[in-house]
């Protein structure tokens, strides 16, 4: 079983300031994990990835996020906040295994103040 | 690449109708999904097919819903006997053969009032 949990159901972050949004997994066997962001009114978009290459993992629009086992979270970072970031942000979990189907956290609403 | 289609984007109907809804998968994968998502939630898995074979359902799946995908390409979804509680977001989306990441449809939103 898997399961994924996003601490704050909202944030708000001024332009220009760091974005971090917190996501803890649980799952009993090896996972993939995912960062996918929503806009309104439209599907998910995947940002990022970790699928047990390199820890640290570099996405689109100058997203990263590290994967730590120890701790099982894979935190979502963005050294500067910009306008355009004000989205809905998922963090999902899969198995490595055949299937692969997504479980996701309840989402994160970022709010970006100019 | 065109991307995941979804059609209808909406869709209003009364309590107790019948829909279906439809989803074509980018062209070369053979893996497509179904979610769905109420407001303020993330999406909660339905369903899946690799090729034409529904492999896994959801307990959300109940009788009144039914899923195909006839010939290993589009796929259809059908809620009948509507309740409001069926209100949310239908996504559909499909992943290739090796590769780890699904791509999103940009979903179905239903109303049942």
């Known amino acids: 079983a898997q399961s994924v949990t996003q601490l704050g159901s909202h944030v708000s972050v001024s332009e220009g300031a760091l974005v971090l949004l917190r996501c803890n997994y649980s799952?009993?066997?090896?996972?993939?994990l995912f960062w996918y962001v929503q806009y309104p009114n439209q599907g998910l978009q995947l940002l990022l990835k970790y699928t047990s290459a390199a820890t640290l993992v570099k996405g689109i629009n100058g997203f990263e996020a590290e994967f730590k086992k120890s701790e099982t979270s894979f935190h979502l970072t963005k050294p500067s906040a910009h306008m355009s970031d004000a989205a809905e942000y998922f963090c999902a979990v899969s198995p490595q295994a055949a299937g692969n189907k997504l479980t996701f956290g309840g989402g994160t609403r970022v709010l970006v103040k100019p | 690449d065109t991307g995941v289609s979804q059609d209808p984007r909406h869709k209003i109907t009364k309590r107790g109708q019948n829909v279906t809804f439809r989803c074509d998968p980018i062209s070369e994968h053979n893996r497509l999904y179904w979610y769905r998502q109420t407001l303020g939630q993330g999406p909660e898995f339905l369903t899946y097919?690799?090729?034409?074979?529904?492999?896994?359902k959801s307990r959300l799946l109940s009788d009144r819903f039914s899923a195909e995908r006839p010939k290993g390409s589009f796929s259809t979804l059908e809620i009948q006997r509507t309740e409001q509680g069926d209100s949310a977001m239908y996504l559909c989306?499909?992943?290739?053969?090796?590769?780890?990441?699904?791509?999103f449809g940009p979903g179905t939103r239903l109303t049942v009032l």
């Open positions: 989306a499909s992943r290739g053969t090796g590769v780890n990441e699904q791509f």
């Open positions: 799952s009993s066997v090896p996972p993939y």
């Open positions: 097919f690799q090729n034409e074979a529904q492999l896994e």
